[in-house]
């Protein structure tokens, strides 16, 4: 399956299969579009959301830079830094859409198992409901993308 018939792939949610309790919303954020607010009372280390992960190969990141999925890709922590080439990863599901802060409340873990690979969203500290749930991040646009092609 190439870049583009996987772009133009109906989404279909399949909700018997998420492996945690519904416990955020993506709502409007004032002055950052959609967010992710927690919709009960979070204790540290809860795992919040599990999002199934799409792994582009870096000598797929330039046909990727036009279109609106590139500014929620993740580059891959594991290798950024350490490796020539670096792929960009897709966080098929909500956790693409949690903001950035300085002072995140979240962590996201990035795993793999006989179904593929896997970004999980875990509390920091306790969270009170209706809390923005935050990570830090680093815009795509400020790594060097010469690690991409």
Not at 42 to 68: N, Q, T
């Amino acid at each position: 399956m190439n870049l583009k018939s996987i772009i133009d792939l109906p989404v279909t949610p399949v909700l018997d299969h998420i492996p945690v309790p519904v416990r955020f919303d993506v709502v409007a954020i004032p002055g950052k579009g959609r967010g992710v607010i927690a919709v009960e009372a979070l204790s540290a280390g809860s795992v919040i959301i599990r999002d199934p992960v799409e792994r582009y190969r870096c000598a797929e990141a330039e046909a990727l830079r036009s279109h609106p999925i590139y500014y929620h890709l993740f580059v891959d922590p594991r290798a950024y830094g350490r490796a020539e080439q670096v792929d960009l990863l897709w966080a098929i599901g909500p956790i693409s859409m949690v903001n950035h802060a300085d002072r995140p409340n979240c962590t996201i873990k990035w795993t793999a198992d006989g179904a593929g690979e896997w970004v999980t969203l875990v509390a920091i500290n306790d969270i009170a409901a209706g809390t923005e749930l935050l990570i830090s991040y680093t815009n795509i646009d400020e790594y060097d993308v010469r690690s991409f092609t």
